[in-house]
């Protein structure tokens, strides 16, 4: 039986089962669309810049450091229900296993043992920078990293729109 689209409302064991049954039951309907591959590269190799310009600007140490040294993290318990099941479905696509529980009581349900497991992850998780960050970091090398994600942004973009449109054509 085909899935029928979920709403962002229900809750996120739900979503998660829906990009799960989507993912398995269609095949690799969406993996063999050529521009989803296409973007699904794309979008890869943008994480992964964007990644290695944390690493190289202090962002990563400090966070680090924040949650093993200091008992803070952003990633509080509701920023889950950001979460659509389309990004979800990608999330499935670009080979991320989803959670089945919730690790820390008061943590997002997507926080892993060393950080969030998604890969792609909602513009909000993407663009936080606490005033630790913006206090610690020379504005330069924070600018470089807004550009990487900004490429990041993009192509996550494109991606849903993408994979909305193979599902659509699924459906019909
Ligand atoms: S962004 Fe700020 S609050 Fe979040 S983990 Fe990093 S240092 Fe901590
Ligand atoms: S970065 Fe990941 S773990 Fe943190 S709030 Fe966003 S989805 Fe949740």
Redesign the pocket.
Known sequence: MLPQPISINRPVKERIAWAESCFQGSGNLFLKDEKIAGLLAEFKSAVKASRQEMNKTGVVT??RE??QEEG???CGRGLENKYDAWLLLINRLLGVELPGERRQADGCFFLGEKGCVLMARHVICIN???K??TKNIQPSALNALREMEGAEINCLFMLNEQVKRVFRKWMS
Request: proline share 0%.
């Open positions: 400090l966070c924040c949650d803070g993290s952003c936080y920078m606490c630790k960050i």
